[in-house]
Each structure stands twice: as structure tokens, then as C-alpha cells.
């Protein structure tokens, strides 16, 4: 999710507040899981006070969500540089403990199986 927003919202050197909420929330997810803390909170600023360490990136997210919050977050705005520099290298991080295939699924041997299974267990 996290890559696939930042690669589809967040390439302009403007760009809607709302869509860095979209990558953030994934990639903290993806720490509190790696963490193992369990299910992972419905509320953002749970994620981010506790995984959140650097001041300066808290402060730029508390300051977006304040926005979000004010009904700003479908303005446009300049790209915040803290924000960008920790989403690629949090995307980056994670490629490579856990890289994503780029083929397509078997498809077919899974329906296969399927249908044998399927067969199977009727009989």
C-alpha cells in the first residue's frame, strides 16, 4: 500500500497533505508488526508515539495532522522534505527485508490445486 501510494501521490514537488497520511500510516504499521506489539491501533498518533523517535519527524507529522484535523488535508502544498526522506528510506528498508515479487502469481497451478482439492474433499 505504502508503495504504491508514494509511487501514484507523492512524486510532484507539490502535492495533496492527505496522500503522505496514506503512505505513513502502512509503513508505521509495518514497524509496529516487525515489532511484534500485536494488532496494530486504529489511531495514527498511537503509531506514532510510539515508534516515532526523531523530533523533527514527529513534529513535522503532528503538524500534518493538524492540518488534516483544521480540513486542510486536501490542500495542496509543497513536499515536506523530512517526510519524503523517511518514507524512501523506510520503503527501501523494508524492499529489502521483505522484497515483493514482480512476476505474476502461478495462477494457474494455484486454481489446479484448487480444483483437486476441491474435487477431493467432495468425494
Same mark, same amino acid.
Not at 1 to 4: F, H, I, N, P, S
Not at 35 to 48: E, I, N, S, T, W
Not at 75 to 102: C, G, M, N
Given at each position: 500500500?505504502?508503495?504504491?501510494n508514494?509511487? *501514484?501521490?507523492?512524486?510532484? !514537488?507539490?502535492?495533496?497533505?492527505?496522500?503522505?497520511?496514506? =503512505?505513513?500510516?502502512?509503513? %508505521?504499521?509495518?514497524?509496529? $508488526?516487525e515489532?511484534?506489539?500485536?494488532?496494530?491501533?486504529?489511531?495514527?498518533?498511537? %503509531? =506514532?508515539d510510539?515508534?516515532?523517535?526523531?523530533? #523533527? %519527524?514527529?513534529?513535522?507529522?503532528? =503538524?500534518?495532522?493538524?492540518?488534516?484535523? *483544521?480540513?486542510?488535508?486536501?490542500?495542496? *502544498?509543497?513536499?515536506?522534505? =523530512?517526510?519524503? &526522506?523517511?518514507? !524512501?528510506?523506510?520503503?527501501?528498508?523494508?524492499?529489502? $527485508?521483505?522484497?515483493?515479487? &514482480?512476476?505474476?502469481?502461478?495462477?494457474?497451478?494455484? #486454481?489446479?490445486?484448487?480444483?483437486?482439492?476441491?474435487?477431493?474433499? *467432495?468425494?
Open positions: 500500500m505504502a508503495r504504491g508514494h509511487r *501514484a501521490y507523492l512524486q510532484g !514537488e507539490r502535492l495533496r497533505l492527505k496522500k503522505y497520511l496514506y =503512505v505513513l500510516r502502512p509503513l %508505521l504499521a509495518c514497524r509496529w $508488526i515489532q511484534g506489539r500485536g494488532p496494530v491501533p486504529m489511531k495514527f498518533d498511537a %503509531l =506514532v510510539e515508534l516515532v523517535e526523531d523530533a #523533527n %519527524l514527529r513534529f513535522h507529522i503532528a =503538524v500534518l495532522v493538524a492540518r488534516k484535523r *483544521a480540513g486542510e488535508e486536501l490542500d495542496e *502544498a509543497q513536499r515536506i522534505p =523530512v517526510l519524503h &526522506t523517511f518514507i !524512501e528510506a523506510e520503503l527501501a528498508r523494508l524492499e529489502k $527485508i521483505a522484497p515483493l515479487a &514482480t512476476a505474476a502469481p502461478a495462477s494457474e497451478k494455484l #486454481n489446479q490445486f484448487f480444483r483437486e482439492f476441491c474435487l477431493a474433499e *467432495a468425494a
